[in-house]
């Protein structure tokens, strides 16, 4: 039986080492070089970088494995990158797209 007593407040910030995951239901289109993904809300467009983010999202790699993948092919700061991580997960977390 799943308990949501350990569960993260989808307000609070991400812990690096948990591991963000796409919900079964979620759905991404590219449309005219843009990418959209939806939930049970609106769709969302993302970004460059959130593209980039949402394609290395495979259900094994922590916050902190793609805020280093992000610095690498951004050239950014670490400081940076997780905020621009966490930033994309919160989002997400908040539309129905992702649980983490």
Wanted: charged fraction near 30%; glycine fraction near 4%.
């Amino acid at each position: 039986m799943t308990t949501f007593d350990n569960m993260p407040d989808q307000d609070s910030m991400p812990d690096q080492d948990r591991i963000p995951r796409k919900h079964l239901d979620s759905r991404v289109r590219n449309y005219r070089s843009k990418t959209l993904v939806a939930g049970p809300s609106e769709p969302r467009e993302l970004s460059e970088s959130a593209t980039f983010i949402w394609k290395l999202m495979d259900g094994k790699r922590s916050v902190a494995e793609l805020a280093g993948a992000l610095c690498v092919e951004y050239d950014i700061d670490r400081a940076s990158a997780l905020d621009d991580v966490a930033d994309l997960i919160l989002t997400l977390t908040r539309a129905g797209i992702l649980t983490y």
